[in-house]
């Protein structure tokens, strides 16, 4: 809960702080959605909705969030897009979804923020369709990455906004039902990455 406590108090600054170096990759992440007419899509951590203008009309949309101080500017962002879109209050460690009910998630600059990644990461597998796609937008440390500067920020980062110490495939190998499909560097010398996942059909 402290998290959610502490974005309450960033939200009025959280624009500020990321989107003008974060949006190109952002831009590029999104752009994999392709056609999405019909679809129904998760934007999992949507937070003040800095993916909602550039989403693709067409597809049924639901953003959650775990703080309400977040969705509440989604809200406002969200009145200036044409897109269907449904906000609700969600922790993504513990998604109020069914089984099955996505075809494609949107998880972008949230795995390393929550507190259990593999929690998160298993949750969306859940809700996810056979066959369905996960957009991942996000900073890891690599297998076997020392970092020991970004380790030692981790101590306080983590209980402030983020995580420093996540490495993702350690994360991916408790979700056995998804696959990387892409893996390409995104920005700071490929600490963030675009990651998309795809869910067997078994």
């Not at 999104?30 to 129904?40: M, N, P, Y």
């Not at 449904?86 to 929550?114: E, G, K, N």
């Not at 440390?141 to 101590?155: D, F, Q, S, T, Y």
Request: charged share 20%.
């Amino acid at each position: 809960m402290a998290l959610k406590h502490s974005y309450t108090v960033l939200a009025p600054v959280y624009d500020w702080l990321v989107s003008s170096p974060l949006n190109p990759a952002r831009q590029n992440s999104l752009a994999r959605l392709g056609d999405v007419t019909g679809k129904h899509i998760l934007i999992n951590g949507i937070g003040t909705g800095l993916d909602i203008p550039l989403l693709p009309v067409g597809a049924h949309y639901i953003g959650s969030d775990i703080t309400p101080a977040m969705l509440n500017i989604a809200k406002k962002r969200a009145q200036n897009c044409d897109i269907e879109l449904r906000l609700q209050q969600a922790d993504s460690m513990a998604l109020p979804f069914d089984d099955q009910q996505f075809d494609i998630i949107i998880m972008h600059l949230i795995l390393a923020v929550v507190p259990d990644p593999v929690a998160a990461l298993r949750q969306a597998e859940r809700v996810l369709k056979p066959g369905g796609r996960i957009l991942i937008y996000d900073k890891f440390l690599k297998p076997g990455e020392h970092a020991p500067v970004r380790r030692l920020l981790n101590l306080i980062t983590r209980h402030i906004a983020t995580r420093t110490d996540v490495v993702f495939e350690q994360v991916l190998s408790q979700t056995p039902k998804l696959t990387v499909t892409q893996d390409e560097p995104a920005l700071a010398g490929g600490w963030f990455r675009l990651i998309e996942l795809q869910k067997s059909n078994s």
